[in-house]
């Protein structure tokens, strides 16, 4: 059975904990952070109520042995929500200031690191995976 490698689980891990974060600070801070960035309250808050979950979800995928399944969903999932966070900077939906630019920027490039870690620790398992299930 596969299981996530030491780095992968920790990336993932990691993944879910600043999700969590993210999740929560969204949540808490929707109203001022709106303000001084120029993003809808509602955006932010809701974008946070989605996190939380998430992160148990990723927290559960990281911990869970056999999840190659659920790595690579992870993945997917982070592909779109990188996508998603670069639509709302060329969709006209709402104008974000300077902040605003900044704190989508760095959340989507934070997101797509992770799931470029997480990608490339991918593979090295399933192969190692497949090593031995040819061996035995």
Partial sequence: ???????????LLLDAASCAAMGLALVVLASPLGAFAAIPERLLFWSGCVLLPVAGVIAIVALRPGAGAGARVVILANAAWVIASMALLVGDWFVPNGFGV???LGQAGFVAVLTALEWAALPVE????????AAA
């Avoid at 059975?1 to 990336?11: E, G, N, R, V």
């Fill in 1 to 11: 059975m596969w299981k996530p490698s030491k780095s992968l689980q920790a990336i």
């Fill in 126 to 133: 399933a192969g190692r995976a497949q090593g031995r299930g």
């Fill in 102 to 104: 900044a704190l989508i």
